[in-house]
């Protein structure tokens, strides 16, 4: 059968790049996009798209019959700061959306799951560098707490029920075309613009808060590569450890004085400080590299040079 692709959550930071690289990679006509919200963007405008809400298994089930779906890409989530606002709603997001994809699934409905982990499911009690795939963890936010439930959870679908389900731990991702969504990682987004418009930006974190980040091709690159590897290679169901560069506010501003000599950078810690305490500055991702190949692109310098070019060229031109 072909693959027919339902995104949910298509608008989002990652949703927005990766439907348009799985339109251009399986054809317009065999990817539907879906959001709570129709925007008027490239999402909307370049191909399929229907309105969605994640929670409601019965709009995604009939949008499965209607397309013939094979593969759900499940990207629809509140993300770590955005969560600690609303604790209740972030998690019947992120876990009820997941039961929702997992029983189609496991009902025949579906062939295939893609579900964004993330870094965040380790915590204060994890070793914080070079954390390895199998080690303690206990996340002390609601999203992390949503994140490794979900982990778990996929394992037992996969364990019980044979469902087709692949994860990968994202780390903070960085992209110049679209806006990141309530993140702890947020500022290294963030920081590019201002760089641009400013000359000056005052970072949330404070200067040596190192933590593991990713330019967002490569996460594009990772999603579709996971998706794409025979069954056999994906020897972990619940979440993949995945890694391409760590830094700190600091280094980050050094990298983009290189562009920008005079830019100026000073810190002003919030809330966000103590999640990005509780998560690892390194990640050792191993699996992904000999379970499936996955190798990144894209270090703290190249994503530099990459950010600049493109945000001059078609946001700041
Ligand atoms: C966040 O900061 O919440 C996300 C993540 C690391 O999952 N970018």
Not at 136 to 156: A, D
Not at 201 to 219: H, I, Q, R, V
Not at 254 to 278: C, G, M, V, W
């Amino acid at each position: 059968m072909d693959t027919k692709i339902l995104i949910i959550g298509a608008c989002g930071q990652i949703g927005t790049e990766l439907t348009k690289t799985l339109r251009a990679t399986y054809g317009v006509e065999n990817v539907i996009a879906s959001d709570i919200r129709k925007l008027n963007n490239d999402v909307v405008n370049d191909g399929i798209f229907e309105v969605v809400n994640a929670l409601d298994y019965n709009q995604i089930e009939h949008l499965i019959e209607q397309y013939n779906i094979t593969d759900v890409y499940l990207m629809a989530a509140l993300l770590s700061a955005t969560a600690e606002k609303n604790p209740a709603f972030a998690w019947d997001l992120n876990m009820n959306s997941l039961f929702h994809v997992l029983n189609l699934a496991k009902a025949g409905k579906i062939q295939k799951i893609f579900w964004p982990s993330s870094i965040a499911v380790f915590g204060p009690t994890t070793p914080r560098h070079n954390t390895p795939q199998y080690t303690i963890m206990e996340p002390t936010t609601v999203y992390g707490i949503s994140k490794q439930c979900g982990e778990r959870w996929c394992e037992y679908y996969y364990a019980q029920y044979g469902v087709d389900v692949r994860s990968i731990r994202y780390p903070g991702l960085i992209s110049w075309s679209t806006e990141a969504g309530g993140g702890t990682t947020d500022y290294a987004v963030d920081i590019y613009h201002k760089a641009i418009t400013e000359g000056t930006f005052t970072s949330f974190l404070g200067k040596n808060s190192e933590l593991p980040m990713m330019y967002m091709d490569d996460a594009i690159k990772a999603t579709i590569e996971i998706m794409q590897a025979p069954k056999e290679n994906i020897k972990i169901r619940s979440s993949y450890n995945l890694a391409a560069m760590s830094f700190t506010p600091k280094q980050i501003g050094e990298e983009i004085k290189k562009h920008y000599p005079n830019f100026t950078l000073d810190y002003e810690p919030d809330f966000r400080q103590k999640i990005a305490d509780s998560w690892p500055a390194s990640i050792d991702d191993t699996s992904a590299r000999e379970d499936w190949g996955w190798k990144n692109d894209y270090d703290l310098e190249n994503m530099t040079v990459e950010m600049f070019k493109n945000l001059k060229k078609h946001i700041y031109n």
